[in-house]
């Protein structure tokens, strides 16, 4: 059996500008709603995949790469893949979009709560999620899913915690993280 995840491509609003608490918040919704940006393209397509089961989020960014590395839409469309939570604070601070996902992942990360789902809550997500691929496998045999960074990497360590061999490992935009059991 395998199971290959992949990052979607670069979104359409992955801007870096500066702003406060209250832009940033807006700045989640539209990154959370972008298809791919159009210059973001796979390097390299495996047209292999082609005959895996094809798996996605729900967010629109996953749906879309999926259509474009594949020139297909995903068999399952899911939103227990979608990517863990982008924390907001209302913090009295101007800093560069990503400046405020990186800060605010890391209070995330040290307990703090706010009105989204909890660093552990999104663990807990990533088990189920990798559960329900390995489900998958055992009837698909061979399955892609069509995901998210910080998502991507808590399943990938879970399949690896259920015995699941790691072959590749790639975090970026287009990024192919590949298992087998």
Do not use: C
């Not at 907001?88 to 009105?115: E, T």
């Amino acid at each position: 059996m395998k199971i290959i995840l992949i990052r979607h491509g670069k979104p359409t609003s992955a801007d870096n500008p500066k702003f406060g608490a209250f832009e940033y918040i807006k700045w989640i919704r539209r990154y959370n709603s972008s298809d791919v940006a159009q210059h973001s393209r796979p390097d390299n397509i495996n047209d292999s995949y082609q005959s895996y089961y094809v798996v996605s989020s729900d967010l629109n960014r996953a749906i879309h790469s999926a259509n474009i590395y594949l020139s297909k839409s995903p068999e399952q469309i899911d939103k227990i893949y979608r990517e863990m939570a982008i924390p907001r604070y209302k913090l009295p601070l101007q800093l560069k979009a990503w400046h405020w996902v990186y800060l605010s992942r890391f209070l995330w990360m040290l307990g703090y709560k706010g009105p989204f789902e909890s660093f552990k809550e999104a663990k807990e997500r990533a088990e189920i999620a990798a559960d329900k691929l390995i489900e998958i496998a055992q009837s698909q045999d061979k399955i892609v899913l069509f995901g998210h960074g910080f998502m991507n990497r808590y399943i990938r360590k879970s399949l690896i915690n259920k015995g699941w061999l790691l072959n590749e490992k790639n975090n970026a935009y287009w990024g192919i993280t590949s298992l087998e059991s």
